[in-house]
């Protein structure tokens, strides 16, 4: 009866041991939750281009997103964007912009309202930014090498609702 109840012991105590390393391997990741403060509409106009970002809010692992330039009252550009975890529980950015097939970029940096995603096999942009601002903006950016010119391409959106 000695022998049972140390071994109920011993099992109880790894198995609890288990779930606390499991709880906090999991509570270490990003999850899609954790980009509640992208949700809404965004906005900026530049040489008579007007682009608007828009983001529905967290739901069911994945947040969905939409892009649009319109110049001269004619859609020049649009993108759809799906932010989800892929079966390793890493974050994905994947854009499909234009009509282009689906492209995956892996969230490599969350750090304080700075968003970064990579994929250093794309030809154009490698990464994709998105930082949080201290009045409430929201700075976009795509950057990388193409045609063997390093190039950052910003988008300073205002929230319009």
Do not use: H
């Amino acid at each position: 009866m000695k022998i049972r109840a140390t071994n109920l012991g011993v099992m109880l105590g790894v198995g609890l041991f288990v779930c606390v390393l499991t709880a906090a391997d999991s509570s270490d990741k990003p999850s899609v939750a954790d980009f509640g403060w992208l949700a809404g509409r965004w906005q900026f106009e530049k040489a008579g281009r007007v682009v608007s970002e828009e983001w529905m809010a967290p739901a069911g692992g994945t947040m969905l997103g939409m892009s649009r330039t319109v110049k001269a009252g004619r859609t020049v550009e649009y993108e759809f964007i799906v932010l989800r975890a892929d079966e390793s529980g890493t974050l994905q950015y994947i854009a499909s912009p234009s009509g282009q097939k689906p492209t995956a970029f892996n969230l490599i940096s969350l750090i304080d309202g700075s968003a970064v995603f990579e994929n250093k096999a794309n030809d154009f942009p490698q990464r994709i930014i998105y930082t949080r601002q201290p009045d409430g903006s929201l700075l976009a950016s795509i950057e990388g090498e193409r045609n063997g010119k390093v190039r950052r391409v910003e988008f300073p959106y205002r929230r319009v609702e």
